[in-house]
């Protein structure tokens, strides 16, 4: 059995994460030469139609497709490699990351006093044997002013995350109540994931 595991990612929590459960990682980004940068915007387009759960489920699949090749243009197969996926969901309707402070404001606007869903997809592959698990988290944020919402919009926070903020950090002061997984929130549950790391053999 291997003693680390490559990690698919840009995300720090995810790292992060991976770090507190004692798993020794390694980045696997599209940054070696001679490496094809696989196009994000593609992999995380929504299907017509598709449910956010088969939605984050088989853009995690698409994301281990990715690395999986990666890992065999660089002549390593056989090495595990984890991907995971984070979708915010009002309803059926899905919420990406936010492409600029207005689209933020307009999430927010979305998420403020309602229920949403937080989904988090993580898959593993080694060798031709693949893993996925999904969690499911329920958050209710508080109703939230337009003053609240401008200043959380400046402060940064909601950039590069699904449905435009982040439970880890000053939006935790809007979160009235959540159920389900804090980590698969913010990018990777690490109950699911200690489960699927166990199938290949880590002991955990
Ligand atoms: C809802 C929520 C999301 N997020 C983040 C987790 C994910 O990083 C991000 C959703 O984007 P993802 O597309 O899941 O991941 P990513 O692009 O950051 O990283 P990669 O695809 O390379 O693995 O939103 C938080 O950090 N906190 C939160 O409370």
Known sequence: MSDFI???????RR???LQQLGVRHEL???NAPGDVAEDAEAIEEVL???DPQAYVQRVTGLKLDA???????RGLPDAPVLTSDTTVALGTQI???PADAAHALQMLAQLSGQTHTVLTAVAVQQGAQRWQALSVSSVRFMALSEAQMAAY???GEPFGKAGAYGIQGRAAAYVEHMAGSYSGIMGLPVFETAQLLRQLGWQI
Request: aromatic letters at 4%; hydrophobic letters at 40%; proline letters at 7%.
């Open 153 to 155: 919009v400046a402060s």
């Open 95 to 97: 919420l990406g990351k």
């Open 48 to 50: 017509p139609g598709e």
């Open 15 to 17: 790292s992060q994460l």
């Open 67 to 73: 690395a999986v090749g990666r890992l065999a243009r």
């Open 28 to 30: 696997l980004l599209s």
């Open 6 to 12: 490559y990690l698919a990612s840009q995300s720090p």
